[in-house]
């Protein structure tokens, strides 16, 4: 059995009282996600009311799932944390580093030579430490998720942001860095700031080519890319009931794509059949009984005005079909006319080359049959395809029981390419082009999420359009951009005009799921003996050495870069090519901060070795500090390290020696991430002392042996022509990470706690 019907039994036993406490304390009827985020404390009965988008509060996720490429620096951080389980259920799923190009017999056999490594570690970490191991093939972490995993009212955490997919189950499901799900997995809280509330009210009922996904495009044509951020939206109202499990699965992952922590929806009858239909029954009718608590208190829906923070209305049965893009998912254009002259206006290729039905978002079975029903349809009528098409199915669950009814042999008589169950072309693992950076101009619609630049294939100039499958199926057929399969005619073989009737499916297998070999491997129950094994010359994988603490005195230390302007975590720790040294701390410390603007000279990648006074690559020169025994430290502007939370950008530094990063603000996630690895994470108290920092100052902290909470740090600033400028430095650590300071990093601490 995958799941853990105790443990879901064990939520359900808990939240009536929880629930209960909560509302009593906020004092008004509750939203779902207050009573889903309110029975998951860490300090179990709720005893305060939180402030939404300003608390920090301590949570006490279900589960976990890692995908492979996030999961080897998050299981080798966990290995140094001296357990011998991981605390709550994990599962660990191989689905990012399988690339799409032949179809997916050769691509996974190519996938299982060329990682086989990582993958091999994977396992083997997984069978050590109690953990689910979904094999390569398996499919695609959120499908797999929400096909066995994923329940109503649950909190899970995964280290992925589509994680949010979940919330089609009605869970709250947030995707976090590698460094949030190690302490989880380590019996540690997780820490979240109280989100907002979005409402979204869906009224009618979606019909004849609009599907779930034109819900999300049309929410992201609404709040935009950043208007869900710090927010989780909630859908409710008769669209919302009326939709499938798997719709709803969709409209919850693209949340991400708007910023939102996460979004959900509240426990209904589709999830009711879409747990029976995955051999869940269990599950259905444990959260049968505690019903009222999977969704929200009646007066919310009634009048959400009052409850959430922002509410949005959207009719679905005035709702078009929708076509997001390019290099955006927020752009939104309806089907049809409304692009040819969005097209034109901005020299967007009309031409369609490639149509992909897949990702974690569309890859049901529901989004599979659809789409089937268009391609059939083509067969019938004797058209042929004008772009290519390709296929990612999103579980073997799924392939399997889409294979037994026919529906991929519909796509592969139309020539269509079946890949693996696999992240594949969303992700940039297709292998469309030998020479992607000169590739030419084209345009490409995907039933994706993301569509920026190059994230299919490299290439920066093809367009890449956000739509339904179904619609995804129909403009690859007639291989325009503003083909509207409501309104305009094709030519068939035999030069007659011919229309598309209104896609049909179903919304779940007629003869029920099948699957011979789904590709998971359970844990043994006492995998103390596993050997985990990493070669000495692996250039992909290294096992963690823990780090010394760095002291508390740090003296004569060097300027490493004076970083000017933005500077995110992927200036800090760049991904593309280097994504393949994820698990290999050293390797990937090659790319530190090679993004960075040095604030010296505008150039990238190109600073002053104060030892020598020659120039150099930001690696190579702080490498030659490290040897030499020297400290250094990295100044920055506001909100340095924004975007991911991915724990490398932290990691990359001081395994190689920085001991400080000084700047006016940080983004608080990696800010976090300083303090977990052990550095110094500090900001000018005032901000205009950045300035003073030149090229080749020495620092000397002056009272760091005196670190405590609230109390300022004193920096002695050391110019070269013997001047000397003493500045103020705020932090912001409590007791418990100045000990992870002192321990050397938070992981040393807790194996120290542990032993
Ligand atoms: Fe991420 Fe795409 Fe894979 Fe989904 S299918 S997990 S969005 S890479």
Redesign the pocket.
């Known amino acids: 059995m995958a799941f853990d019907i105790e443990m879901i039994k064990g939520v359900y036993t808990t939240m009536g009282e929880r629930v209960n406490k909560a509302r009593e304390i906020v004092g008004k009827p509750l939203t779902l996600s207050e009573k889903i985020l309110y029975s998951h404390l860490w300090d179990g009965t709720p005893n305060k009311a939180f402030q939404r988008g300003k608390d920090y509060v301590d949570f006490a996720p279900d589960r976990i799932a890692c995908?492979d490429a996030t999961a080897q620096m998050a299981l080798l951080q966990f290995m140094q944390a001296g357990k011998s389980k991981v605390a709550v259920p994990t599962t660990v799923h191989c689905?990012?580093l399988i690339q799409a190009k032949d179809g997916a017999a050769a691509d996974l056999k190519n996938a299982n030579s060329v990682s086989s490594e990582v993958f091999n570690f994977l396992e083997s970490v997984s069978n050590k430490y109690g953990i689910g191991f979904w094999k390569p093939g398996a499919g695609?972490?959120?499908q797999v998720v929400l096909e066995n995993y994923a329940f109503p009212g649950g909190m899970m955490i995964g280290t992925?942001s589509?994680t949010v997919n979940a919330g089609g189950l009605g869970m709250v499901a947030i995707g976090v860095g590698g460094a949030d799900a190690v302490d989880v997995m380590a019996g540690m809280a997780w820490e979240l700031k109280f989100p907002k509330l979005i409402g979204v009210k869906l009224t009618g009922k979606l019909s004849g080519w609009t599907a779930p996904k034109d819900v999300i495009l049309k929410v992201a044509e609404i709040l935009t890319v950043k208007g869900g951020t710090g927010a989780i939206v909630e859908y409710f109202g008769p669209g919302a009931i009326s939709m499938s499990c798997t719709g709803k699965g969709t409209i919850c992952n693209m949340g991400a794509e708007i910023g939102a922590t996460t979004s959900t929806f509240g426990y209904d009858e589709s999830m009711e059949r879409y747990l029976r239909a995955t051999e869940r029954a269990d599950v259905a009718d444990a959260a049968n009984k505690v019903k009222e608590h999977l969704t929200a208190d009646a007066e919310v829906y009634a009048n959400p005005e009052q409850y959430f923070d922002q509410v949005i209305e959207i009719n679905l049965s005035e709702l078009g079909p929708l076509l997001n893009g390019p290099f955006t998912p927020d752009l939104s254009t309806t089907v049809g006319k409304a692009m040819t002259e969005k097209a034109k206006a901005n020299d967007w290729p009309i031409k369609v080359e490639w149509g992909l039905i897949g990702?974690?978002?569309n890859s049901s079975y529901e989004d599979l049959s659809r789409a089937s029903s268009i391609a059939q349809q083509a067969i019938d009528k004797g058209l042929k395809m004008k772009a290519e098409l390709g296929i990612n199915p999103g579980s073997e669950q799924v392939r399997y029981t889409a294979e037994r009814d026919g529906i991929l042999g519909i796509f592969e008589n139309l020539d269509a390419k079946i890949f693996t169950n696999a992240?594949g072309p969303?992700?940039g693992q297709w292998a469309r082009y030998s020479d992607p950076k000169n590739a030419p101009k084209n345009s490409i619609v995907h039933s994706?999420?993301?569509n920026f630049a190059k994230r299919a294939d490299g290439n920066p100039n093809t367009h890449a359009f956000v739509a339904s499958p179904e619609i995804t199926a129909a403009i690859a057929i007639a291989g325009r951009l503003d083909f509207n399969p409501l309104t305009d005619k094709l030519i068939n073989e035999n030069g007659e005009e011919v229309m598309f009737d209104e896609p049909t499916g179903w919304e779940l297998p007629p003869k029920g799921f099948a699957v011979d070999d789904n590709g998971y491997l359970a844990p043994e129950a006492d995998g103390s003996h596993v050997q985990v094994s990493v070669k000495d010359d692996s250039e992909r994988l290294q096992l963690l050495t823990p780090f010394e603490p760095i002291g508390d005195s740090i003296t004569g230390a060097k300027l490493l870069i004076k970083a000017f302007g933005k500077c995110t975590t992927d200036h800090i720790s760049m991904a593309g090519p280097w994504l393949r040294f994820r698990g290999h701390l050293d390797n990937i410390a090659n790319n530190t901060l090679i993004g960075a603007v040095n604030a010296f000279n505008k150039k990238t990648n190109f600073v002053k070795n104060q030892l020598t006074g020659d120039y150099g690559g930001v690696p190579d020169v702080q490498r030659e500090y490290k040897k030499a025994g020297i400290k250094t430290i990295v100044v920055g502007d506001h909100n340095y390290g924004e975007g991911s939370s991915r724990e490398h950008a932290a990691m990359q530094p001081r395994h190689l020696g920085v001991a400080a990063v000084i700047v006016k603000s940080f983004a608080r996630i990696h800010e976090t991430n300083l303090k977990k690895q052990g550095m110094l994470g500090l900001t000018f108290a005032n901000e205009a002392d950045y300035d003073l920092i030149q090229e080749d100052d020495t620092f000397n902290f002056l009272d760091l042996n005196a670190f405590a909470p609230g109390k300022q740090l004193t920096l002695e600033v050391v110019h070269t022509n013997g001047t000397k400028d003493t500045i103020k430095l705020n932090h912001t650590y409590n007791d418990a990470q100045i000990a992870w300071y002192n321990e050397g990093s938070a992981l040393n601490l807790i194996k120290k706690q542990n032993a």
């Open positions: 995908q689905d990012h695609i972490i959120h992925d589509h990702s974690c978002t992240c969303c992700i994706f999420n993301r």
